[in-house]
Each structure stands twice: as structure tokens, then as C-alpha cells.
């Protein structure tokens, strides 16, 4: 059964950083792409990075890019989000997802909370 479990959130000030972490449970870790999205209310839920399977590429959202990085821990299982120099307008709940055979699960999201 595939699990996503986030951790990692809280309230930082305008600045700061933020490391997200999302365990990953029940599927092959190296063959699927993950992404983080992120969501504030009354708004569709954006994405802001994904890795490949492979692990060889990435894609960072252009209103993130240069401050967020996504990586992963392969022997735990364990993908990442590195968000610097934060800002007020990424205060969002974030959601860690993969796709798997054309079916996306996320996990429960974890608050961010920039204050300026």
C-alpha cells in the first residue's frame, strides 16, 4: 500500500529556510517521479519541484527556482525538499505525491508558515 508522510513544516520568518521531509512507503522508490506541491486556500494545488525515478532530473516551478531544491535519501526511502531565503507568499500547506502507473497519492500535507 503506498504511503506518504510528511513532516518538516512550521513557521519561519521571511528569510529563513525550511528542509520538508516525505517517507515514502510501499513502492520502488527509484522508478516513479516524486513532486512536492503546494496549496493555499480557495486555489488549485501547484507544483513546485519533481525528480525523476531516475533521480537524474529534476523540475523546480519558476516561482521557486534558485531558492527550493528536491532531493532524495534512497536507502530511507526519503524525499526532500530544501526551501531558502522563504518568502510570504510560499506559506502553503505542502503535499509530497508520487505517480504511479498513472495514479497519483499524496500525502496529508505539512503547514509552512512565512511571517514577514
Known amino acids: 500500500q503506498v504511503q506518504l508522510a510528511e513532516s518538516g513544516g512550521g513557521l519561519v520568518q521571511s528569510g529563513g529556510s525550511l528542509r520538508l521531509s516525505c517517507a515514502a512507503f510501499g513502492f520502488n522508490f527509484r522508478v516513479w517521479p516524486m513532486s512536492w506541491y503546494r496549496q493555499t486556500p480557495g486555489k488549485e494545488r501547484d507544483l513546485v519541484a519533481t525528480?525523476?525515478?531516475?533521480?537524474?532530473?529534476?523540475n523546480i516551478a519558476d516561482s521557486v527556482k534558485g531558492r527550493f531544491s528536491i532531493s532524495r535519501d534512497e536507502a530511507n526511502n526519503r524525499l526532500y525538499l530544501q526551501m531558502n531565503n522563504l518568502k510570504v507568499e510560499d506559506t502553503a500547506v505542502y503535499y509530497c505525491?508520487?505517480?504511479?502507473?498513472?495514479?497519483?497519492?499524496w500525502g496529508r500535507g505539512t503547514q509552512v508558515t512565512v511571517a514577514s
Open positions: 505525491n508520487v505517480r504511479r502507473k498513472g495514479y497519483d497519492y
Open positions: 525528480l525523476t525515478g531516475s533521480g537524474r532530473n529534476t
